[in-house]
C-alpha cells in the first residue's frame, strides 16, 4: 500500500515541475572545455587501465594525461577573454579562473613528468603497485623488491586536476564543495602510493584522509549555516544578502567561520596546518610537488573568490581574522621549519609559512592583493615543483635521501644540482632576481597599500627567519664535507632534468623579467570576479 | 638622458665575465685567473675613464640611464653617478684586481702544512664570484632606482657568503659556515627591514604622484610628514648601519673579517660595507631630511660609542683579521660622525674617508692575509721580530698601520681631519671626545706592529719564512702610492666628491653653521 502510495506520490511531483516552466539551463560547452577535457582524460585512463596490456599502459597513460593537460591548456588560453557566469550560474569563468586554471594544468603538467620519471628507483618509478598490502607482512616483504608497476596514479591525478579547475571557477557553494571532494579523494589515495616507507605513506594517507574529510564536514556545516541565511548556495546573492541588514546575521558569521575553516585546512594554513608535514613527508614525491603547487593554487583560488565574491561587503568582519591567521601560519611555518630533520618536512613547513604570505594578499583586500597574489601562485607553484623534482634526485641506496645529513657535502659530488637546489631555495627565500622576491614584493605592496603595513612587517620577519632554515641548507651542501655514505646520484633522469630545469629558469624568468607575467596577472584581476 | 652607457658597461663586463669564468673547466684554473686579471684590469681602466669624463661642476647625475623594467611597479633600470658613488666605483674596481692577484695562489694552494686541502672548492668558481661581487658593487653605487639598488644590495651578499662559506680557512670548517651564516642573515635582516620601507616610500610616492615610483630622483621631491619620515628613515637607517656596520649592529663583522679569504676580507671590509655608509649619505639625508636632522643625535652618540668601542676592543684582540675588523668599527664611527654632522666639510670628509679607509684597511688586510699564508696562523703570538726576516713586508704594514692611525702626510689624516673640523663647526663636544679616538687608534696599530715586528725573532723556523714575493710587491705598489700620494694632494678626490655633497646637504635644508670668528675667504675652505 505505502509502495503506491509513494508510486502515486511521485508522478505528481514531477507533474508540478511540468506544470511550471523548467528553466533548461544554457550550457556553454566551450566556455567548460578544459574542465571537460580533463574529466574525459581522466574517464579515458580508467577505461586505458582497465582493457589495455600492462607494458602498453606505461606507455600510454602518461602520454594521455599529459597530452590532456596540454589540451585543456590550450583550451584556456583560447578562452582567455571569456567573462561569463555559466550552467544556471554554477560556474563562473572569468580573469582570476582562468588565469588559475592555466597555472594548475602547467603545473599538473610537470607533476606528469615526475611521475611518469622510471629511472630513479631501480625497481621503476615512484608510484607502487598494490598498495593495500599490509606493511610488515609477508607479501610487504616482495612488494619491496618487486619491479611491477601500475599506472592508476595517472587517472587519479587527471581527476584531481578536473576538481581542481571546477574549485576555482565554482560560483556556488555546492559546486564548490563538489569540487573540493573531487580534488581531495584521488589526493588521499596518491598519498598512499610511495614505493619507499610505505608505512610513512599509508599513515600520510590515512591521516590526510581523516582530518580531510573532517574539514570537509566544516565546510559543509558553514554551507548549511550560509543557505540558512542567504536562502541561497549562490555567491553572488549571499553577498547580496549579506550586503542587507538582516537579523540573522549570526548564522552568516558562523557560516563564513566554517567556510574559512574547510579552506584554510587546504590552503596549510595554522592552525588547521597539522596535517602539511606528515602528508608531504609520506606522499610519493613527485605527488608531494603536485599537491604543493596545485592544490595551494587551487584552494587558494578558491578562498579569494569566496572571500572577494560572497563576503567582499564584510571584508571589515573578516579582515581581522585573517590577520590572525595569517601570522599565525607565517609564525608557525618559519619558526617549526627550523627545527626539521627531514627536508620533505622542511619544505612542507616552508609551503606553511608561504601559505601565511599569500594570505598578506588576501588581507590586503585590494585588486592589487588579488593580482599579486595570482602572481604569487605560479611563481611560488613552479619553485616548488622544482625544488620537490630536486629532491627525489638525491637518493641513497634505499630511495630518498630525506635525512638532512645526507645532503652534507652535495655541492662536492654534484655542483651543478646543489648549485641548482641553492637557487631554488635561495627564490623560496625570496632573494632578489628570483621569482619569489617578485612575488612576496608584489603581495606586501598590495598589503602596504591596504593598510596591512603591520603584517607586512611581521612578514619580514618571519622571512628573516626562513631565510635560516634555507640557508642552513645550502651550508649542508657546500660547506661541510661529504658523509662516507652519502647520496647517489642516478644518472640521467631525463624526465626529471626536464622538469627541475623549467621550474628553475621559470624561477629565474619571473625573477628577472615578470613583466609579462604580472601584466596577465593585473588583468585577470582587474576584469575582476563575475558574479 | 640616454649618453655613453660607461655604468652599465661597468656593471655588464664583470657579470659576463663571472658567467664565462664560472664555466672555465677545473683544471684550467689558471687560465680562469687570467681572464679574471684581464677582465678586472680593464674595468678598472674603464672606471677611470668614466672619473676623467666625469665634469665635477655639473649639478645632478651624469652617465644616466633609463630602461623601463617592471612596468607594474614603476621599477626602472636607471644607473647614474655622482661625485660621491663614482669616487667608491673607482676603489671598487681598483680593488678588484689588487685582490685577484693577491689570491693568485691562495684558493689552490695547499695548507702550510702541506697537507692536502679537502673541501675546496674549484679555482674558477672562486674567480666568478669576485667577478659577480665586483657587478654588485658597481651596480649597488651606481642605481639610481631605489628598487634597483635594493635588489644590487641584496644580490651582492650571495656571492659574498660562498666566498666566506667556502673559501674561508680551511681547517676552521665550523667557524666559517658559521661566519658566513652570521654575515648573511644579519645583512638580510636589515635589508627586509629596508624592502619595508622602501615598498613604504614606493606607497607614499602612488599617494603623492598618482602612479607609484622607485625613481630617487622623484622621490626625494616628496613631502613625507614627519612621522611617516622616521619610520621609513629607521627601516634603511637599520640596514646601512647593520651593512655598515655601526654599533650595536656590528658584532658579525669581526667574525666575518676573520674568517673570509685575504681578498673576501679586503672587499668585505673596503667596499661592501661601504654601502652601508654611503647609502647613509645617498639615501637617509636626501629622502627623509626631517628625521635625519631627529636622528642625528643618536646617530652620533653611535658613532662616538664605535670609535672607542672598536679602538678597545681592537687593542684586546690577538687574532689579526679580527683585530683589522675591529678598527673598522672605530673608522665607520668616524664616517657616521661626519655624515651626521650634517655639514659639506665633514661630509666630504666622510666620503673620502671611504676611499681611505678601503686603501689602508685593504693593505692592512693584505699584509695580514702575506703574513698568514706565510706561518698558518692569524695568532698575534705566531709573530715577532718579522722586521728582520722580513723587512720590506714589515715596512708596507707600517705605512697601511700609519695610515690606519691617520698620520698627517697619508691619506686617512686629509679624510679625518676633514671629519673632524666639519662636526667641530656644529658639535664642539663632540669633535673634541672623538679626537681622543685617534690617541686609541695610534695604541692598537703600534701595539700589533710592536708584537708582530719588533723584537727578537719568535723561533727559528720564523727565519726561514720569505719576504714579498715579485707578485706581491705588485700587489702592494699601487695601493702604497696612493695612500701617500693620497696624503700629499687630495685635490683631485676632493675636487669630485665636494660639490656632491653640498648639493646633497642643502637640497636636504641643512645650511652649515655660520663660523663664529670671523675668517677671511680663503682660508674659508669647507665652510662654504
Redesign the interface.
Known sequence: MSATASAIAAPQVLAQGAQGTIDVPAIQYSALSPILIVFGVALAGVLVDAFAPARARRGIQPLLAAAGFVAAFVAVVLLHARRQVLAAGALAIDGPALFLEGAILLFALLAVLLVAERRLDSSGGAIVASAAITPGSPGATAQRSSAAVQTEAYPLMAFSVAGMLLFVSSNTLLIMFVALEILSLPLYLLAGLARRRRLLSQEAAMKYFLLGAFSSAFFIYGLAFIYGYAGSVSLGRIADAAGTVGANDTYLYLGVALLGIGLFFKVGAAPFHSWTPDVYQGSPTPITAFMAAGTKVAAFGALLRLFYVAFGGLRWDWRPIVWIIAILTMVVGAVLALTQRDIKRMLAYSAIAHAGFLLTGLAAANSDGLSGSLFYLVAYGFTTIATFALVTLVRTADGEASDLSQWQGL??RS?LLAGIFAFLL?AL?G???TSG??GK??V??AA??GDA?PL??VA??T??IA??FY??VI?LM????PGADGPIIVTRPTLTYAAVGIGAVVTLLLGVA??PL??LA?TAATSGFVR | MNSFPWLTLLLIIPAAAAVVVAAVPRRLGTLAKQVTLAVTLVEFVLALLATIAYEPAKAGFQFSQKYSWIKQFGISYSVGADGISLVLILLATLLVPIVVLASWDEVDAASPDGAPVAGRRSVPAFFALLLALEAGMVGVFAATDVFLFYVFFEAMLIPMYFLIGSYGPVKEQAQRSYAAVKFLLYSLFGGLLMLAAVIGLYVVSSDQLGTGTFDFATLRQLDITPGVQKLLFLGFFIAFAIKAPLFPFHTWLPDAGAQSPTGGAILLVGVLDKVGTFGLIRYCIPLFPDASSYFAPVVLALAVIGIFYGALLAIGQRDMKRLVAYTSLAHFGFIAMGTFALTSQAGTGAVLYMVNHGLSTGLLFLVVGFLVARRGSRDVGAYRGMAQVTPVLAGVFLIAGLSSLALPGLNSFVSEFLVLAGTFTRYRALAIVATAGIVLAAIYILYLYQRTMTGPVVSEDARGVLDLSVREKIVVAPVVALIIALGIYPKPLIDIVRPTVTATFEDAGHTDPTPTAPVNASQAGGHS
Do not use: H, N, Y
Not at chain 1, 657546500?478 to 664535507?481: D, L, V, Y
Open positions: 655541492g662536492r655542483p635561495l627565500a632573494i632578489p632576481l622576491f617578485t614584493f608584489a606586501f605592496e602596504i597599500a603595513t607586512v612587517v619580514l620577519v622571512s628573516a631565510a635560516f640557508v642552513r651550508v657546500f660547506f661541510q664535507e615578470p613583466q604580472l601584466d593585473g
